[in-house]
């Protein structure tokens, strides 16, 4: 490999690292996160030439060395990338997310260089996700983003381009445009696309045909519903309608990638309980207080708590 290809390796290691400490320096990322690099021939994106992905940054297996290695020749991509921890403010309480920030950086064969940070919350709007009035958390957190992204673009000696718009936000160069006074695309886009796109995520990592097999996924009655934890961290919500034959699960946002994971186990014994004869509310009782087998398993929490409608819970697992 020249030495040109190293030193825009080694520029784009130091730019995911002045990236990420800029977070921290405004208290918006809260540790060091995992690392991944992929290096792919351009005329056949779909199959790699080299993956590593959620590498513990703090861990030394790797992440750096083992990029630094690799051959970056014309017609190859390099794409470095971080998943950020962080927390923001609601009402001057903190609230974390495994997944607040992503900074990617894509490193061309031919020698270009590109940077693209992402966040993975809706503090900075003044909407949130389902178009619900936020003025005050935005007035709390979109200041920081928005000196954040001035002092990238001042390392970077880049201007900011914010990208499209999309149907939740429009992207500027200090952070978003104000939606009070743009309005949303759609009345209720969260409802009607995360959610959707949320659980068809879910059951595609749960094995065998749903079929007939599983308890209803919706209900217009009331839910009890229990906390999923794994150690202080809560993943999700295991919950069963009161009025039907409706149960499922629910990923909290917050948890990323995680929550999706700890989900499948659940939903596989509610489809054992249902099989067995279980209804929705018997089976919920059933899984109360029960664990999976290990030490990095999850939990059900003991006591199960009421809400209003599966909407009410869906809301709080998206917020929460």
């Known amino acids: 490999m020249s030495g040109a290809a190293e030193s825009r390796i080694t520029r784009a290691f130091g730019l995911l690292t002045d990236v990420r400490n800029t ?16 290096l792919s021939d351009r005329r056949a994106m779909a199959r790699p030439l080299f993956e590593l992905h959620d590498v513990p940054v703090e861990s ?3 992440f750096g060395p083992r990029a630094a290695a690799l051959p970056l020749l ?3 991509l390099l794409t470095l990338g971080l998943k950020l921890p962080g927390e923001w403010t609601e009402s001057g309480a903190g609230r974390r997310a495994e997944k607040l920030f992503t900074v990617r950086v894509d490193v061309w064969g031919e020698g270009a260089v590109l940077l693209a940070l992402a966040t993975c919350a809706d503090a900075w709007l003044t909407l949130d996700l389902r178009e619900r009035p936020q003025p005050e958390v ?11 992204l001035k002092r990238i673009s001042e390392l970077t000696g880049a201007e900011t381009d914010p990208g499209d718009p999309t149907r939740h936000a429009r992207p500027t160069a200090e ?3 104000d939606l009070l006074a743009e309005g949303a695309e759609y009345d209720d886009s969260w409802g009607t696309f995360e959610v959707p796109g949320r659980w068809k995520r879910l059951m595609a990592l749960v094995p065998g045909s749903a079929e007939g097999q599983d308890y209803e996924s919706s209900t217009e009655h009331p839910v009890r519903y229990a906390r999923v934890r794994r150690g202080g961290r809560v993943l999700g919500f295991l919950w069963a309608s009161v009025g039907d034959a409706a149960a499922g699960y629910e990923p909290r ?3 990323g990638d995680a929550a999706f994971a700890a989900g499948v186990p659940w939903l596989l014994r509610l489809r054992s309980l249902r099989a067995r004869g279980f209804g929705a509310p018997e089976a919920l009782e059933e899984l109360l207080g029960d664990r999976e087998d290990g030490p990095e398993g999850s939990a059900v929490e003991a006591t199960a708590s009421e809400a209003a409608s599966l909407d009410a819970l869906e809301e709080l697992s998206g917020r929460f």
């Open 23 to 38: 977070l921290a320096t405004l208290g918006l990322v809260t540790g060091e996160g995992t690392g991944s690099v992929v």
């Open 60 to 62: 030394g297996d790797g």
């Open 74 to 76: 014309p017609e190859r």
């Open 138 to 148: 935005a007035a709390e957190n979109a200041p920081r983003l928005a000196t954040a």
């Open 175 to 177: 952070g978003f445009g």
């Open 253 to 255: 946002n917050a948890a």
